[in-house]
C-alpha cells in the first residue's frame, strides 16, 4: 500500500505570488535606500592621491541628491561636487591610469567635467559595485533635470 499523499494546502483567494523580477527591484530599491541613508549621514572611504597615496575621507550626499562632498578625516573643510560635474564613473583598475591614481579592481574613478579625477578603493566587490551603481544612477538623474 502507497502512503498517503500529502494534501496540499487551498491556495487562498486575493493572495498572488510576487514575481521574481519584482522582488529583484524591491531588493534593489532597499539596498538604494539605504546606501542613500548612509552617505547623507556620511560614508567613510579610502581615496587615491596622485603621489601614490591613501587618504580617509568621508563622502556626503544632500538630501536632494545634487551633489557630493568630501572631507578629509584630518581636516574640518569639505569639497563639494555638484554631481552636473560629474562626466563618468569608472569601476576598476583602469579608471584612474591617465590620472596618475594607484587604482586596483577594488577601485571606483569619478571623472570630473574639469578634467580632474577622485579615485576611492572599497574593500569588497559588493561595496565597489554599490557605490558605482547609485552614484551613476545620481549623475544620470541630475542630467535628465
Known amino acids: 500500500e502507497l502512503p498517503a499523499r500529502p494534501r ?3 491556495r487562498q483567494r486575493g493572495r498572488r505570488r510576487i514575481p521574481a523580477a519584482d522582488r529583484e527591484l524591491s531588493l534593489a530599491q532597499e ?3 539605504s546606501f542613500v541613508k548612509c552617505l547623507v549621514q556620511g560614508l567613510q572611504v579610502t581615496m587615491l592621491t ?3 597615496g591613501r587618504s580617509e575621507c568621508t563622502v556626503y ?16 573643510a569639505r569639497r563639494h ?7 563618468e564613473v569608472v569601476v ?7 590620472f596618475n591614481l594607484a587604482t586596483d579592481r577594488l577601485s571606483v574613478t569619478t571623472v570630473l567635467e574639469s578634467g580632474q579625477a577622485l579615485g576611492f578603493c ?8 554599490t557605490f558605482a551603481l547609485c ?3 545620481f549623475v544620470d538623474g541630475r542630467r535628465l533635470d
Open 135 to 137: 552614484l551613476t544612477m
Open 92 to 98: 576598476g583598475e583602469a579608471g584612474g591610469r591617465e
Open 8 to 10: 496540499r494546502a487551498p
Open 50 to 52: 596622485v603621489s601614490g
Open 61 to 76: 550626499i544632500d538630501r536632494e541628491l545634487t551633489k557630493l562632498s568630501l572631507q578629509r578625516i584630518d581636516r574640518a
Open 122 to 129: 572599497f574593500g569588497d566587490e559588493e561595496e565597489r559595485d
Open 31 to 33: 539596498v538604494v535606500k
Open 81 to 87: 561636487i555638484p554631481l552636473e560635474a560629474v562626466a
